[in-house]
């Protein structure tokens, strides 16, 4: 059977690029990390998390590394099936859809959040969602199907995991408060993202706050 490609995920390349910093080293050890990490209640949702943390959010937690496909987290032969979007106002009053494209570590500004669509209707106890940015991981089936069939599905939702811990213990080195969000409403996600159903599916969120 013929290998699958590795390192792949998808790009947006009609869309405004917008290419992040240097992300910079943490200060913060990992037993402090591990031992300060806590979901929190309440946040400010009209706060801005600037590009120089999410570079260092993104490319610390789940970027690609110099010179190879591989990424800071493991992945079933290296497929990775997740991608990773997000939510959120940068320079800007509004709130966009972005795509992390991580071989140029770069954000690709998908479009604007439809006037039609709250926030609140994402999560199932609306007074938890006040986030400064809300990350969404999706799974590209197909990617691990092929090699995989049925344990596709379990494989994505450990990278899932593994992506969400980088990204929390990161985001507490950063300071920033953060909430894994399970229970979301996987159609209206969908809808937002502008996913076929068939090849790409909401598979988990996570809320973080200045």
Do not use: C
Not at 28 to 45: C, E, F, I, V, W
């Amino acid at each position: 059977m013929k290998e699958p490609p590795r390192g792949i995920h998808k790009t947006y390349a009609r869309m405004e690029k917008i290419v992040l910093p240097k992300p910079e080293s943490l200060d913060m050890r990992l037993t402090d990390a591990l031992r300060k990490r806590t979901s929190y209640s309440g946040g400010n949702p009209d706060t801005d998390i600037s590009l120089p943390v999410l570079s260092t959010l993104l490319g610390q937690a789940i970027g690609k590394r110099v010179g190879t496909h591989k990424r800071s987290y493991p992945s079933g032969s290296g497929l990775y099936p997740i991608e990773t979007y997000l939510i959120a106002h940068i320079d800007s009053t509004e709130h966009y859809v972005f795509h992390y494209n991580p071989t140029d570590h770069s954000l690709e500004k998908l479009w604007k959040l439809g006037e039609n669509i709250k926030l609140k209707q994402l999560v199932p106890v609306p007074d938890d969602l006040l986030f400064s940015a809300l990350f969404v991981f999706t799974s590209v089936w197909h990617r691990s199907s092929a090699k995989y069939g049925d344990f596709t599905y379990t494989l994505a939702l450990l990278e899932a995991g593994h992506i969400s811990q980088n990204l929390l213990l990161t985001g507490t080195a950063l300071q920033l408060r953060s909430r894994p969000m399970a229970g979301f409403n996987d159609d209206k996600i969908a809808e937002i993202l502008d996913l076929d159903a068939e090849y790409e599916q909401p598979v988990h969120t996570i809320v973080f706050s200045t």
